[in-house]
């Protein structure tokens, strides 16, 4: 295992509420994602973190902010949230090379199942 | 930017026969690397094989192996002697290897029944 965590693992909440999510890793990657998971979509990825304060946005980023302030955590907020937003939610860390080529996966959180009523 | 298509939504294949998931992609990069997934059941998602653009064998990993046609643009996992505990979503997924870009684009999935 990578030894990444992801908290809470199920979550319901009431649309129009704040909600944070939060990747934790023990790994000391550089790297961090979040990516949302939908029926007939695959992941799509909503923000990443290439260092500590470093972020920036994916293809859904909209209705999502990202924090990392420790290499260990990346938080992910909903800043309002829409039943739009129902869907499991993975967080995945990778090394990355000096140089950047080589075999670089991606190791995966156990996700977040996120209802929003 | 960088596409994945997966065609098959669903297969179902006899236990103990090889399987083949297939995969296409388009990308505009000339370094890449493409990347298969499990998800079972249980949800996790599990990194099986890659291969990189410029790597002129096809990689191998026990009983997967990833059939490389870099002409054709495509990318198919090949399952051989297939097992029960094969059940599960699998997804094919690419990034560019440039540095910096660690970001990957996944396809939608095949999901794939063993059937005993």
């Known amino acids: 295992d990578a030894g990444i965590t992801q908290s809470p693992r199920h979550k319901v909440t009431e649309t129009g509420t704040p909600v944070t999510l939060r990747c934790h890793q023990t790994?000391?990657?550089?790297?961090m994602y979040w990516y949302r998971q939908d029926p007939g979509h695959g992941l799509r990825l909503i923000h990443y973190?290439?260092?500590?304060?470093?972020?920036d946005k994916g293809e859904v980023s909209d209705g999502y902010s990202v924090s990392r302030s420790k290499t260990e955590d990346f938080l992910l907020t909903l800043e309002s949230a829409t039943s739009s937003q129902t869907s499991v939610y993975f967080c995945?860390?990778?090394?990355?090379?000096?140089?950047?080529?080589?075999?670089?996966?991606?190791?995966f959180g156990p996700g977040t199942r996120l209802t929003v009523l | 930017a960088q596409k994945i298509t997966q065609t098959q939504p669903g297969m179902f294949v006899q236990e103990k026969e090889a399987v083949t998931l297939d995969c296409t992609y388009d990308?505009?990069?000339?370094?890449?690397?493409l990347f298969w997934y499990k998800q079972p059941s249980s949800g996790e998602m599990i990194f099986l094989i890659y291969?990189?653009?410029?790597?002129?064998q096809n990689a191998t990993e026990g009983r997967y192996s990833l059939n490389f046609q870099k002409a054709r643009k495509s990318a198919n996992l090949v399952i051989s002697a297939s097992q029960l505990g094969d059940s599960a979503m699998y997804f094919c997924?690419?990034?560019?290897?440039?540095?910096?870009?660690?970001?990957?684009?996944f396809g939608t999935g095949t999901r794939l029944t063993i059937i005993p």
């Open positions: 990308t505009s990069d000339q370094s890449y690397g």
């Open positions: 973190s290439y260092g500590v304060k470093d972020t």
């Open positions: 790994e000391n990657h550089r790297y």
């Open positions: 291969q990189g653009s410029y790597d002129e």
């Open positions: 995945a860390i990778s090394g990355g090379l000096a140089g950047g080529r080589g075999v670089n996966e991606q190791f």
């Open positions: 997924a690419m990034r560019d290897l440039n540095f910096g870009n660690e970001k990957l684009t």
